[in-house]
C-alpha cells in the first residue's frame, strides 16, 4: 500500500543507491514541487544537492526573502540568486504574452546555468516535476495543441550534459503534499496557491516596468493577506490580481482622476484544467477593494473577475 513514509522510505533508498557520491544541483521555485523534491534529496544526499534560487523580480512581494529564509530554515544547502536586473532588462518592451514566457525561461536559464557552472563536478539536474506536467508537456507541445508554452518541464542547459533525476515524477499534486508533510515541511508552504513560474510579468498585461510590478506587489498583497486574515485563503485553489493596460477615471476631492484598474481572480480547481470563480463575500470584497484604492498610489477602481474556465482561462494571459 502507498503511503506518505513508505514512498519516503523507498525513495530515499532509491536516491543513494542512483546518486552515490555525486553532485545534484536543484532549482527551486518557492512552490511546493520543488520544495518536496529538495528535501527528499537532502534527505538522501545532504549537501551533494546544491539547490539555486532564483529572484527574478517577478515574486509577490516580500516572496523571495521569506521563502530563501525557510529553505535555510529547512537545512537546505541553497543559492539565492538576485537576477532582478537581468530579467526586467530582457523584457524591457515586450507585451506579447508568449514572447513575455520564452524570454523569461531563456534568462532563467542563462542565470541557473551560470551558476551550475560553479559547482565542481555536478552530475545530476534534479527536478520537481510531477506526473501531471508529465502529461501536460506532451499535450502542450502535441501537433493540436499549443495552448500556452507552460510550465516546468524542460529547458534545460544541454551542454552541461546532466542526468536528470525525478523522484516526483509519478506522483499527483495531493500526494506531493502529503510526502511533503510526511518530510515535516510546514503546512504553510504545502498549502501555498499555485503561481505561474513567469509570475507577475503574466499579471501585468502590456509592457512591463518597476513601477508595474511595485504596484502590483502591492495590490497582490492586500488581497492575499485579505484572504489569509479572513479565513478564506485555505478555501481558494488560487488568487491573484492582473493589472490591466486601462486607465479610468475616477474623482479625488474636487479633482478628477485618471488612474489604473486591477482585476482580483479566485478560482476553485482541483488541477488548474478547469476552475470556477469564486463567490466571496461581498463584504470581503467591498474591503479589499477599499484598502487597495486607498493604500495603492495609482490605482483608483478595482473589479472583480467572475468568468469561468473554461472558456477563461485562470491567468489573464
Ligand atoms: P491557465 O491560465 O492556463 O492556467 O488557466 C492554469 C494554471 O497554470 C498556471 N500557469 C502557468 N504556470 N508557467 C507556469 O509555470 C506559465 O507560463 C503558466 N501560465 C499559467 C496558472 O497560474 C494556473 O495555475
Given at each position: 500500500d502507498w503511503t506518505p513514509g513508505s514512498f519516503v522510505d523507498t525513495t530515499v533508498k532509491e536516491l543513494k543507491t542512483k546518486l552515490g557520491n555525486d553532485k545534484v544541483v536543484l532549482g527551486l521555485s518557492g512552490g511546493v514541487d520543488s520544495t518536496v523534491a529538495g528535501v527528499l534529496l537532502n534527505k538522501a544526499i545532504h549537501d551533494n544537492l546544491t539547490c539555486i534560487f532564483v529572484d527574478n523580480g517577478?515574486?509577490?512581494k516580500n516572496e523571495f526573502q521569506t521563502v530563501?529564509?525557510?529553505?535555510k530554515h529547512m537545512g537546505l544547502n541553497v543559492i539565492g540568486v538576485d537576477a532582478r536586473?537581468?530579467?526586467?532588462?530582457a523584457l524591457a518592451g515586450v507585451s506579447d504574452p508568449e514572447t513575455k514566457r520564452k524570454i523569461i525561461g531563456r534568462v532563467f536559464i542563462e542565470v541557473f546555468d551560470r551558476e551550475a557552472h560553479k559547482i565542481q563536478n555536478v552530475k545530476w539536474l534534479a527536478q520537481g516535476t510531477i506526473y501531471p506536467d508529465v502529461i501536460e508537456s506532451v499535450s502542450v507541445n502535441g501537433p493540436s495543441a499549443t495552448i500556452k508554452s507552460h510550465h516546468n518541464?524542460?529547458?534545460?542547459?544541454?551542454?552541461?550534459?546532466?542526468?536528470?533525476?525525478e523522484p516526483l515524477n509519478l506522483l499527483f499534486k495531493d500526494e506531493v503534499r502529503r510526502v511533503g508533510k510526511a518530510l515535516g515541511i510546514s503546512p504553510a508552504l504545502l498549502g501555498r496557491h499555485p503561481f505561474p513560474g513567469p509570475g507577475l510579468a503574466i499579471r501585468i498585461l502590456g509592457d512591463i516596468t518597476q513601477e508595474k510590478i511595485d504596484i502590483l506587489q502591492q495590490v497582490d498583497h492586500i488581497f492575499i493577506q485579505?484572504?489569509?486574515?479572513?479565513?478564506?485563503?485555505?478555501?481558494v485553489w488560487q488568487a491573484g490580481a492582473m493589472l490591466l493596460p486601462v486607465q479610468s477615471v475616477g474623482v479625488m476631492g474636487d479633482e478628477r482622476?485618471?488612474?489604473?484598474?486591477?482585476?482580483l481572480r479566485a478560482v476553485e480547481s482541483t488541477d488548474g484544467m478547469t476552475a470556477d470563480w469564486v463567490h466571496l463575500p461581498y463584504e470581503f470584497l467591498a474591503k479589499v477593494s477599499n484598502d487597495i484604492i486607498n493604500k495603492v498610489k495609482g490605482v483608483n477602481r478595482v473589479v472583480y473577475d467572475i468568468s469561468s474556465k473554461p472558456?477563461?482561462?485562470?491567468?489573464w494571459e
Open positions: 517577478l515574486l509577490r530563501l529564509d525557510s529553505y536586473k537581468h530579467f526586467l532588462d518541464v524542460g529547458g534545460l542547459p544541454e551542454e552541461m550534459n546532466l542526468k536528470v533525476v485579505g484572504l489569509k486574515d479572513n479565513e478564506l485563503y485555505d478555501r482622476t485618471y488612474e489604473r484598474v486591477v482585476a472558456p477563461a482561462t485562470i491567468e
